[in-house]
């Protein structure tokens, strides 16, 4: 197993954009199953001690996944809908995403990601590119604590491909 991971974080703010480069001791095949299965997803997707709920998710383009951050006691927190506008398997998907109410209703401005998958030797590379539409989309995700709460995440993530593995 490889102990020497990357990770990079890097926030941009003239730019509005986001850039997250991490490894996983994992095959590209699991690791694109852990962010494209609703299931997986609501496994690591949220920092602990809160949870992911997907209420549904439709992994093709023009399909959606919405889903809520829920707290210890199971309140409904957060809602957000992720859009798919494209997807190569195994290697790339992006998607809109934006804040929404419990019906579905979306916050405006949202954000792009762009999620690219690479693997050599067993260890796979995901590489995020977060494109905030607004200044004060991307300081809003900086204040709700996004770096650390999803580095977080990409901790537990790493903890069930590891077990995955097993």
Known sequence: MNSDLSFDFTLNKE???VHIVREFNAGADFVWKAWTTAELLDQWWAPEPYTSKTKYMNFEVGGRRFYAMVSPEGHALRWAVQTFTSISPITNFKMSSN????????????????????????????????????????????????????????????????????
């Open 15 to 17: 730019t509005k954009t």
């Open 99 to 166: 804040f929404a109410d419990k019906d579905e209703n979306l916050e405006v401005p949202g954000s792009d990601w762009d999620l690219n998958f690479s693997e050599q030797n067993g260890t796979t590379k995901v590489s995020i590119t977060i494109v905030n539409e607004s200044l004060a989309r991307m300081e809003k995700m900086i204040e709700m604590g996004f770096m650390q709460g999803f580095n977080v995440g990409l901790l537990q993530l790493d903890e069930l491909l590891l077990n995955w593995n097993k």
